[in-house]
């Protein structure tokens, strides 16, 4: 997910897509874990993602509160 894309969704979707990500993260943790993981790049991608959107959704507040 590139930044650009999500500064253009709303604070909403950017939620929504953080409550899927952070499930999709618990999943390849727990799949880590019993040894089923195939792409442990898949992992950092997620986690970068995570961070991205929170940027986003941290950055989006700073503008309403001005």
């Not at 939620?15 to 992992?43: H, P, V, W, Y």
């Amino acid at each position: 997910m590139k930044a650009q894309e999500l500064k253009a969704k709303t604070p909403d979707e950017l939620r929504d897509a953080l409550i899927a990500l952070k499930k999709e993260a618990f999943n390849l943790r727990f799949q880590q874990a019993t040894g089923q993981l195939e792409n442990t790049a898949r992992m950092r991608n997620v986690r970068r993602d995570v961070a991205r959107i929170q940027t986003v959704l941290t950055a989006k507040a700073a503008e309403a509160a001005k």
